[in-house]
């Protein structure tokens, strides 16, 4: 199918390795974020969410930080493996209602 | 259990004509959002419907419109297509309003316009 990342950041890691995606999300009303990871001729997937009042959550093999203090949010995945490349969006989501607002998007590549 | 369905998968159109989306939510979701995704880009909120009431829209032109239906599904409509109108369309499904229920995606509609 056609690519999803275009021209988007690429972050490259060796399999086996961690690696650590970021995002600088705008708005600092913002009280729920979210990562999605998109493969090629599919939909955005959800991985895992934050609401504001946490700096951490973990999930399997996936890890999300957020640091409101800069607007910055995190993925780290553990023991990359073939099956997460992938595009990986960040999305936030000011107040109530589920109109969420997604970031640019980082293409990871993960090398054999 | 299946997730957010969209019909059709691909849809070829050309300018000015009209088109409609049809989407599906996960069984027991009440809300459905509409997102377009231009190539290369992340999704841009395009509406929002709960129980069958807009609950909110993006910076779209009013050639946009949707609905949803008593039970639960939407369509999505487009009107007097554009080029630009070319883009994925896709579906995201959740719960309700409630402020920390992720939304789930369907795997889009790929609009081309000729």
């Known amino acids: 199918g056609e690519s999803v990342g275009l021209h988007l950041p690429t972050l490259s890691v060796q399999e086996g390795d961690n690696s650590i995606i970021n995002c600088a999300y705008s708005?600092?009303?913002?009280?729920?974020f979210i990562w999605y990871k998109q493969e090629s001729g599919k939909g955005p997937q959800f991985i895992i969410d934050i609401r504001s009042n946490m700096d951490k959550r973990q999930g399997q093999r996936v890890t999300v930080l957020l640091n409101k203090t800069v607007k910055h949010l995190s993925l780290q995945i553990a023991a990359t493996q073939p099956g997460d490349s992938a595009v990986y969006f960040c999305?936030?989501?000011?107040?109530?209602?589920?109109?969420?607002?997604f970031g640019t998007g980082t293409q990871l590549k993960v090398e054999l | 259990d299946a997730g957010v369905t969209q019909s059709p998968t691909h849809l070829i159109k050309t300018r000015g004509q009209h088109v409609t989306l049809r989407c599906s939510p996960i069984s027991g979701h009440k809300s459905v959002s509409w997102y377009q995704q231009v190539l290369g880009q992340g999704p841009q909120f395009i509406f929002q419907?709960?129980?069958?009431?807009?609950?909110g829209r993006g910076n779209f032109p009013d050639r946009f419109s949707a609905r949803q239906f008593p039970n639960y599904s939407s369509e999505l409509n487009v009107n007097a297509l554009l080029l630009g109108d070319s883009a994925l369309y896709l579906c995201a499904s959740s719960t309700g309003l409630a402020r920390d229920q992720p939304q789930h995606f369907g795997d889009g509609t790929r609009l081309s316009i000729l």
């Open positions: 419907y709960y129980e069958k009431e807009e609950r």
């Open positions: 999305a936030e989501r000011v107040g109530g209602g589920n109109k969420l607002t």
């Open positions: 708005n600092s009303a913002s009280d729920y």
